[in-house]
């Protein structure tokens, strides 16, 4: 079965993302794991950077959501370690500060979003989207050259046409289950 072209809605993008959260004050965290938990997959909360980094490494998320300002290990030098183990990890920075150095270094660190305190859900929602579309574009993409390094593997002489980056609709009839051979 050829792999879902149509767009999903933000509704289905973001109930398939896993997400870190990482807010130091404890009753700001409680309300938004509850926010996040009624929109994302899985919501995985931390107290710090240094808790998120640790939790980052063993639980892989899609995306992380941090607070800037934390004891222990700022959001931004979380991001930083993140950003050079995975670059390609979605980080949002939520904040109180719009003063223009905290700006500049979340610029430098390659975050990916910026939402202001207090957290308005009708702006953070959006930027979520934004980045959970291009997690699951990604990970389609990874899957498609998964299965394509697959079927080179099993039969070395096969030959695949791809337009733009697709691949022909002749390897996905090649693979459908009636055309295998036990």
């Known amino acids: 079965m050829p792999l879902r072209n149509v767009p999903l809605s933000p509704t289905e993008t973001l109930s398939r993302i896993s997400l870190l959260l990482v807010e ?23 107290a710090d950077g240094s808790e998120a980094l640790r939790l980052f490494r063993d639980l892989q998320p899609d995306m992380v959501l941090t607070d800037i300002n ?6 931004l030098s979380m991001a930083a370690i993140i ?7 979605p980080i949002i920075a939520v904040t109180a500060h719009n003063e223009e150095h905290f700006l ?20 953070l929602i959006p930027i979520l989207f934004k980045n959970a579309s291009f997690v ?16 080179l593997d099993i039969n070395p002489h096969l030959i695949i046409s791809s337009e733009h980056g697709r691949v022909g ?8 289950p009636e055309r295998v051979v036990r």
């Open 70 to 75: 934390m004891p222990v290990m700022d959001g």
């Open 136 to 151: 699951l574009q990604r990970n389609q993409e990874e899957a498609r050259n998964q299965l394509v390094s697959y079927l």
């Open 169 to 176: 609709r002749t390897v996905w009839r090649l693979c459908s």
């Open 104 to 123: 500049q270094k979340a610029i430098e660190v390659g975050i990916d979003g910026y939402v202001s305190k207090p957290i308005d859900p009708d702006a």
């Open 24 to 46: 130091d004050d404890a009753f700001t965290r409680e309300q938004l794991t509850r926010l996040l938990a009624r929109t994302v997959d899985v919501v995985h909360p931390a």
């Open 83 to 89: 950003k050079a183990e995975s670059p390609d990890t």
